[in-house]
């Protein structure tokens, strides 16, 4: 019965039906299920299922955005029980991520985060119009492995430039690597400014993260 629930709220999740899956998580909670096991054993290996559908073209950006969204409403029940029991999902590594001073944009930051949290990363997000110096304050706080710096605006790009460089005044470059990402932003950018990294989408932002962190 608890692996039924568990393969149920993965395939609601993949189904993109946030109400189901809110009252998926509910009923396996009441049933004695660990908040953990729910996330590894059923919320986990529907994000990858679709994840795996987007990068092969069989999933679009309005599926991958429901899909988050299932995945916010049952972590927004699950973390109090997770911190209640003191219990942690394993963690890949440590991510701070924004969207860089002067661009308020975050609909593709938001998704981005989500699909790292679901991915086993721990994301501090701060937000959107965020100046260089409180992600270098986030990134010294936190010990952060990877910054993402994302930009939707041609004006705002170049403020990711801006933040390496404060990263590097204050000698924490060589602690983090960087990603970066947006609309007006390619690979060609990301060499120019010395990031570490550019990813076109959510999924490929969580593939490079893992593979960054490899190295």
Same mark, same amino acid.
């Given at each position: ?85 003191? +219990? ?73 430039? +801006? ?53």
């Amino acid at each position: 019965m608890k692996n039924d629930l568990l393969s149920l709220i993965k395939a609601t999740l993949i189904d993109g039906d946030p109400e189901r899956t809110e009252a998926l998580v509910q009923q396996a909670l009441g049933e004695g299920l660990a908040p953990l096991t729910i996330v590894e054993q059923g919320l986990m290996p529907g994000m990858t299922v679709v994840g795996d559908r987007f990068a092969s073209g069989e999933y679009f950006l309005p599926q991958l955005v429901i899909a988050a969204r299932c995945m916010q409403a049952a972590m927004d029940i699950l973390q109090p029980e997770l911190l209640r029991r003191q +219990e942690a999902v394993a963690r890949v590594g440590t991510v701070v991520i924004g969207t860089v001073k002067g661009d308020i944009h975050e609909i593709g930051k938001n998704l981005v985060a989500t699909m790292l949290s679901a991915g086993g990363f721990q994301v501090f997000d701060l937000g959107v119009n965020v100046p260089g110096e409180q992600f270098v304050e986030k990134v010294k706080e936190t010990g952060a492995d990877i910054l993402g710096l994302s930009a939707l605006l041609t004006t705002t790009m170049t403020e990711q430039r +801006e933040v390496i460089a404060a990263l590097e005044q204050a000698r924490l470059r060589d602690r983090v690597k960087v990603i970066i990402g947006g609309a007006p932003v390619n690979q060609r950018w990301a060499d120019s400014i010395g990031a570490d990294g550019y990813a076109e989408d959510a999924v490929g932002a969580v593939a490079l993260a893992r593979r960054l962190l490899e190295r």
